[in-house]
């Protein structure tokens, strides 16, 4: 094995200044051409930073681990939300890659045995959790990671999309369009209870943002307790008010098939009457009519790096780390860019 004594030897440094490089030491000060050239020997004798050889041995130390897996929603609440089985999709072939079992457990209610999760090498929770739950799961594991969920503070690992910025970013670009009676449609955060309705991030940004813009209207902001329904049901009581939205953001993709449903049954059509556009960009998504517009927040990626962030406790990391991934809006046939929304604002100044 290459030493850094060779390395320096090589380059005509001390031992301790290729250290602090291969290091990413950001407090040496050393020319550009000195730490290219450490850096670039370091490599042709194919030497393993420290950094390097850790990550190596936590790919290799995958194999044989016990990995539990607990999820906020029962099988059949996931079954119906996509976008958790690409989470969890994201965690078991991260796992299967490793060469790592996972033990699946459901926190929905009833806490399981606490052996299940102190039996496992490290726990990669799915969701949202809060009080007693939350308080539970760090008691009880060796290792926690929280996958689309980071709790408040600094104590937990953690990996999510930042949908608060999507959604301004969301905003920002239907505003550019022309839009300004924008509505949503989302859920109320059970965390929080009755008192604070409007506490669920994307929620919080629409309102913030809308009202920086000067167009919040508290009519145009419909939340409710999430049922299978709860896309429906809202969306036909917004466009039944007497000023509607020319344009429905939902919560989630599942929301907007809701959205759809009562557009149609009003006799609407999408876009021509109120475009929708939505969150997380399930499989189906794509395949409605028109497509769904919608932000893609990568949740397989997020599964996996959930376990990447379990596997670097596993070799030594102590310091929590948080993952914010990033999100992309995809835009489709149910938020036209075409020229048709500047004309119909151009005949109907602020009809949007």
Known sequence: MVTIKEIASAVGVSSATVSRVLNYDPTLSISTKKRQAIIETAEALNYATPRNRSRAAAQAGGAGLKIALVHFLDPAQELADPYYVGVRLGIESRCQALKSEVVKVFLT?????????????????????????????????RHLVFADYAPAGDADDAVLSDVSLAMTRLLEAVHGMGYRRIGFIGWIDAFYGPDNIHSERRCRAYIDWMSKAGFYDPELCMVERMTPDSGYTLTKAMLSKPNPPRIVITCNDNMALGAYRAIHELGLSIPGDVAVASFNDIPVAQFLGPPLTTVKIPAELIGETAVDLLLERLSGREVAKKVVLGTEIVWRGSTPQTETTAGVEATAPGAL
């Open 109 to 141: 209610g009833s806490s399981p045995e606490a052996a299940m999760l102190e039996g496992a090498s490290g726990v990669v929770a799915v969701g949202h959790y809060y009080g007693d739950e939350l308080e539970w799961l760090r008691r009880h594991s």
